[in-house]
């Protein structure tokens, strides 16, 4: 989507805030301090919201997204509540004409996806998929040194995220949470938008914990991806009981060059020699994807994520689901 022909907005634009978690939080702090906007209702865990609606002077509380998003005084819903649910609530968000921001993944299936951005398409109605991995300085650094590497051969993205003991809540639950590669879509997405078309996936998946398939302590999910240019990758999540040391690793390795990043630290490597790259803090990402949004919607400037990377990482997610049960590769 690169502009709109939305109908002009009265200020203050009204927002419905769906999910009472971290990023429900941030995102309604966020809102807060926008002139343009007023957050109108928030649903969810009903004592959490009425702890952020005080705070934030949300005048309308709901236990029930379905309550929500069916009111006449909100024009944009914000979908940050469990994985499970996204899709049904951004499908009734979308049939009762609001516009709508989602955190990923927008849904667990690529057909779903494709009937909410239908939906959207045939509504006129914005649906933004929140994927602020390619706002960081990570993404940034790689995009302007890409060319610096030649002919890219081989990539890698590894995140490792140590828990001890694991908390209680919905994403150390599999029906809620999703497939790891799903519900972490993200780490497909930052590949995709570099390398283009994935024509093959092979992934294994393995659990750990006492109350599976319920709850799990520990996961880890491996990908190989193997890009229509030639391009072959890596993509590893990891997290629980059962890992020791924290990592968060970006690799590209070409022919005239490498990128490497450990954390925000990162390193061009050529025949001349190293340079160093530093991407700075994560901190400010989703403030800079509620700024694109609202430029989006007040003045049609593009948005910086489009439907087609996003429906192309669900297809690559569903493969490597398809892969780790069958233990085969699968052709996209």
Not at 133 to 150: F, R, S
């Amino acid at each position: 989507m690169t502009s709109n022909s939305y109908a002009t907005f009265q200020q203050p634009l009204r927002v419905g805030i769906v999910g009472t978690g971290f990023v429900a939080k941030l995102r309604t702090e966020i809102f807060s301090q926008d002139l343009r906007l007023k957050v109108q209702a928030i649903a969810g865990t009903i004592t959490k919201a009425e702890a952020i609606a005080q705070e934030f002077a949300i005048p309308h509380v709901h236990q029930y997204w379905s309550e929500l998003v069916m009111r006449n005084d909100v024009d944009l819903v914000v979908v940050c509540n469990v994985n499970r649910d996204h899709a049904a609530v951004v499908g009734q968000a979308l049939r009762s004409g609001k516009h709508v921001i989602v955190e990923y993944p927008l849904a667990f299936t690529v057909a779903e996806a494709e009937e909410l951005i239908a939906i959207a398409k045939q509504k006129n109605l914005m649906l933004h998929v929140e994927h602020i991995e390619l706002l960081g300085g990570v993404h940034q650094l790689v995009l302007q040194h890409l060319d610096q590497v030649g002919n890219p051969f081989y990539a890698r993205y590894s995140t490792k995220s140590p828990q001890r003991p694991v908390p209680d809540k919905w994403t150390y639950r599999p029906d809620l949470f999703g497939f790891p590669l799903t519900a972490a879509v993200s780490r497909l997405n930052r590949i995709i938008v570099l390398f283009g078309k994935v024509k093959a996936v092979s992934c294994q998946l393995r659990y750990s914990g006492d109350n599976l398939p319920h709850h799990f302590t520990s996961c880890v999910c491996n990908a190989q991806l193997q890009f229509e240019n030639g391009v072959i990758a890596d993509i590893s999540y990891s997290k629980g009981e059962n890992f020791w040391q924290p990592e968060r690793v970006m690799e590209l390795q070409g022919s005239h060059g490498a990128i490497i990043f450990s954390g925000d630290k990162g390193k061009l490597i050529s025949a001349d020699g190293e340079m160093e790259l530093d991407a700075g803090t994560t901190r400010g990402l989703f403030k800079k994807d509620t700024e694109n949004v609202l430029s989006h919607l007040f003045t049609g400037t593009p948005l910086y994520n489009d439907h087609d990377s996003v429906l192309h990482s669900l297809a690559v997610a569903n493969a490597a689901e398809k892969s780790a049960a069958t233990n085969q590769t699968v052709i996209l």
